[in-house]
T-cell receptor, first 112, second 112 residues
Framework: EPEVTQTPSHQVTQMGQEVILRCVPI?????FYWYRQILGQKVEFLVS????????KSEIFDDQFSVERPDGSNFTLKIRSTKLEDSAMYFC??????????FGPGTRLTVT | KQEVTQIPAALSVPEGENLVLNCSFT??????LQWFRQDPGKGLTSLLL?????REQTSGRLNASLDKSSGRSTLYIAASQPGDSATYLC???????????FGTGTSLTVIP
């Protein structure tokens, strides 16, 4: 069964460094999403992406964040200058249309 | 903004018992509602998706219901098993926009 994959599973970085989180959505899906979950808190929406552009973003998704679909398979989330409060689990999700979302296993980002 | 609440936050039941998890949302103008399972440190596994026009969905021992007018959804688990132990999340998508709004989850423990 097709699934969403994410790399790396765990990323440790120093404050102020740039990180890129990678996702491979399910191949025939059209909408792509990033969410984050700070330990012990709700899963929070960051951004949705469709037709090679951002279709919606939350207040969390400020100028420090960017997304890209550099080729036909990968979908990336870049954080330009990480802060301690960016430490969280980051989930990628995809959906064919406005149907159920399929989530990847997540990348645990630790900012020290 | 949609607010999603799940009660109880934690639930412990003996194996074999039937149980109900509750999800409440503040804005009834939802497009669909999805239930997920999350194991510790893992990603989200989709369980059931209910469209706004539907009243319930069933998959195996799971049954999810939706009452838009009262802003509620329930997840019924029949004949619970220790393997059902996990955190259960509900998420509502509004009619406008692509993002899901997540609840804080119910942590379920099924005691053998």
């Amino acid at each position: 069964e097709p699934e969403v994959t994410q790399t790396p599973s765990h990323q440790v970085t120093q404050m102020g460094q740039e990180v890129i989180l990678r996702c491979v959505p399910i191949s025939n899906h059209l909408y792509f999403y990033w969410y984050r979950q700070i330990l012990g808190q709700k899963v929070e929406f960051l951004v949705s992406f469709y037709n090679n552009e951002i279709s919606e973003k939350s207040e969390i998704f400020d100028d420090q964040f960017s997304v890209e679909r550099p080729d036909g398979s990968n979908f990336t989330l870049k954080i330009r200058s990480t802060k301690l409060e960016d430490s969280a689990m980051y989930f990628c999700a995809s959906t064919r249309r406005v149907h159920e979302q399929y989530f990847g296993p997540g990348t645990r980002l630790t900012v020290t | 903004k949609q607010e999603v609440t799940q009660i109880p936050a934690a639930l412990s039941v003996p194996e074999g018992e039937n149980l109900v998890l509750n999800c409440s949302f503040t804005d009834s103008a939802i497009y669909n509602l999805q239930w997920f399972r999350q194991d510790p440190g893992k990603g989200l596994t989709s369980l059931l998706l209910i469209q706004s026009s539907q009243r319930e969905q069933t998959s195996g021992r799971l049954n999810a219901s939706l009452d838009k007018s009262s802003g509620r959804s329930t997840l019924y688990i029949a004949a619970s098993q220790p393997g059902d132990s996990a955190t259960y999340l509900c998420a509502a998508r509004e009619n406008t926009g692509n993002q899901f709004y997540f609840g804080t989850g119910t942590s379920l423990t099924v005691i053998p």
